[in-house]
Every structure is written in C-alpha cells, then in structure tokens.
C-alpha cells in the first residue's frame, strides 16, 4: 500500500497522469506518479531526486529545476544521454531492436545480456530492461550479475520508443543527472528546495533491484531509508532535520 500522508500538502492539488513510461524499472511508480506529485508544494526551487529509478515521478511533474541522481552508474548514463544525446538514445534502442527481430529472439537477448555483464553500460541495460521478462531487471546478489531471462512480448517498436524519448527529452528539460550517492544528493539541497526519497526496499528488492550489491551500503545501512513511515520512526526524524534546515522533503513507502 502506498501512502501518500506524509507529504507537507494537505489537500493535493490535481497533476495530469503521466503514463508513457521510457524504462522499465523495478518500483516504477508510472501508474500513479501523478497522486504522489499532487501532494508536493506548489512553491519549491529545485526538485531533487536522489533514487532516479525510472524517472516516472520526475518526468510528470516536469520542474523547472531538478536534479536526478542515483549510484547506479549505467542507469544514470541512461538519463545523461537522454538529456544531451536523445538521438544516440535512440540509436541505441533500435539497433538491439532490430538485431532481436532478425534473428533467434532468446540467442540475440542472452548476448546483449552477455554483452552488459562483461562490461556493464548504458546501452545494452536501456534495451534489456524493455526486453526482459515481466520487466523486471535482477541483479544477482553475489556479483551483481544481471539475470533475468528474455521476455514472451514483444518490446516496443524503434519508433514508439522514439516519440517516448522525444516527450521525456520534452519534460527534462529543467534536469540535470548526475551519479552520486544519496547523501551526497540531499546534502546539496538549499532552503525552499523540494527533496523527494523513493529508496528501493530493502528487505524485498535486494535481488530485483540490485541494492545490496549494484547500489551500495547506504541503502541497506540507513535505517531511515529501511524503515516503513511511521509518526515517530527514523524516516519521520530524517524529515524533519530537512525541515528545519528549510529543505522541504516528501518520500513515498508503504505504510504500516
């Protein structure tokens, strides 16, 4: 269950749905990014967002100013890349498209995925999370191998995802990306600016989302980050240091 409580706002204001995903990503909140934003303030100078994952909540509220960041190196390439280079993007996309239409769909999908884990990059994992089975991208806790098995549909054609890129690269235009860990992210934060957390779980997405190995010891170690939202947890505590420091901050995790 999402809850959506402990934001500053309380009546949320209406944003319009969002939902052209680029990436599938593990805890995307697409479907919904529209309700999470409409309960951030309307007045904040720039919007951090230190677990980037899929962007879905950055792309739908499309601030002026924003910066975007995670520890994951090649998911942050991703993002770089659409912001300076959208047509690489997009090269990128269909000529591992066109490589699995013309040839044996499961043989062409374990070499791009043979091709990421050998050298972990940007463009190999932007085609394999849009490939792979049910979307979800695994990383092996022992090393991080990438593990999950092609999928039974189709990705989507060069050309959808073209047009995606294009109203993604549309609703970015005020973000910059950048590769840091979440300390880093929220400690640049000044006064009057919105800071939204959505941290990978955990205690479940260790393996789906790769945080034990891909996305270091901070996410494991903060029990702030860890702890579901509760009045007077750490993750309430967290809050409200920022708060008094004049950063206004929002997360989104499930409620107890």
């Not at 695994?138 to 109203?167: C, L, N, Q």
């Not at 479940?204 to 270091?216: D, E, H, T």
Request: glycine share 8%.
């Amino acid at each position: 269950m999402m809850q959506l409580a402990m934001f500053d706002t309380e009546r949320p204001v209406r944003v319009e749905p969002f939902q052209s995903g680029l990436l599938k990503w593990i805890g995307n909140k697409q479907r919904f990014a529209h309700e999470i934003a409409s309960y951030f303030p309307q007045d904040f100078g720039t919007y951090h967002e230190p677990f980037i994952g899929s962007g879905a909540v950055l792309a739908t509220l499309s601030p002026h100013r924003a910066v975007g960041s995670d520890s994951f190196a090649p998911l942050v390439e991703i993002w770089q890349t659409l912001r300076r280079s959208p047509e690489k993007l997009k090269r990128w996309y269909a000529e591992r498209w066109n490589r699995l239409a013309g040839g044996d769909k499961p043989e062409v999908y374990e070499q791009i995925k043979r091709s990421y884990n050998a050298h972990p990059n940007a463009a190999d994992l932007l085609f394999l999370c849009r490939s792979c089975y049910g979307g979800v991208v695994r990383f092996r806790k022992a090393d991080g191998y990438m593990s999950t098995p092609v999928g039974i549909h189709d990705p989507i054609s060069p050309g959808s995802f073209a047009r995606r890129v294009d109203e993604w690269h549309r609703r970015t235009q005020g973000a910059v990306f950048e590769c840091m860990e979440y300390e880093e992210a929220i400690s640049r934060a000044k006064p009057g600016d919105l800071v939204y957390c959505d941290p990978p779980y955990s205690h479940s997405q260790s393996i789906l989302y790769g945080a034990v190995v891909q996305f270091g010891e901070p996410v494991r170690g903060d029990p702030a980050l860890q702890a579901p939202w509760c009045p007077r947890g750490p993750q309430h505590r967290r809050h409200e240091a920022l708060r008094r420091s004049g950063v206004r901050p929002a997360s989104s995790r499930r409620a107890v």
